[in-house]
Antibody, heavy 117, light 113 residues
């Protein structure tokens, strides 16, 4: 079992950087893919990317130029940074985990980030 | 990117009746080397994260009622709820994990008629 909990600012100004952290408890195997997925209000789900094993990453090409996912193994957490945000980045941000190449069984509760001045 | 298209966008079914949601991928998500379809179904209720229902297109997640079933292969998939219960009102998403970027269908909103 894996428990995930997102945290970070709920309000970010346009052009600034969105920074979120996902705390992991339970099974924190380094073999997992540690992922971020977002959902704009009233809309569908968008995969942002993942990090795994020794820091290898995969990002959605639509966001790749602005996204960084990192992991802090001793602290059992991983993070998302999204630069140059606009109102279009307003969304519920979820962290989730899976075995490599498999389905997302474990999700955090999500954290709502609003981009507004 | 692999585009996932669900139909219908919304669905109203009477309690106890069957609900069927379709999902079509723009490319096959069947991996020939292991004969597995890299397709999952999720249920999302308001204010909650998505909940995994089905993976490998037809394997029910532990704890999911057996009225939920998944079928299909290649590019065409179906989620069936055999006898709709009130607690099944939700939005349902399919997702492919065959190739990055992983992609989701647009969602199907299921309501009680």
């Amino acid at each position: 079992q894996v428990q995930l909990q997102e945290s970070g600012p709920g309000l970010v100004k346009p052009s600034e950087t969105l920074s979120l952290t996902c705390a992991v408890s339970g099974d924190s195997s380094s073999s997992y893919y540690w992922s971020w997925i977002r959902q704009p209000p009233g809309k569908g789900l968008e995969w942002i990317g993942y990090i795994y094993y020794r820091g290898s990453t995969s990002y959605n090409p639509s966001l790749k130029s602005r996204v960084t996912i990192s992991v802090d193994t001793p602290k059992n957490q991983f993070s998302l940074k999204l630069t140059s945000v606009t109102a279009a980045d307003t969304a519920m941000y979820y962290c989730a985990t899976s075995w490599p190449g498999e389905y997302y069984r474990f999700w955090g509760q999500g954290t709502l980030v609003t981009v507004s001045s | 990117d692999i585009v996932m298209t669900q139909s219908p966008d919304s669905l109203a079914v009477s309690l106890g009746e069957r609900a069927t949601i379709n999902c079509k991928s723009s490319q096959s998500v069947l991996y020939s080397s292991n004969n597995k379809n890299y397709l999952a179904w999720f249920q999302q209720k308001p204010g909650q994260p998505p909940k995994l229902l089905i993976y490998w297109a037809s394997t029910r997640e532990s704890g999911v009622p057996d009225r939920f079933s998944g079928s299909g292969s290649g590019t065409d998939f179906t989620l069936t709820i055999s006898s709709l219960q009130a607690e099944d009102v939700a939005v349902y998403y399919c997702q492919q994990y065959y190739r990055t970027p992983y992609t989701f269908g647009q969602g199907t909103k299921l309501e009680i008629k």
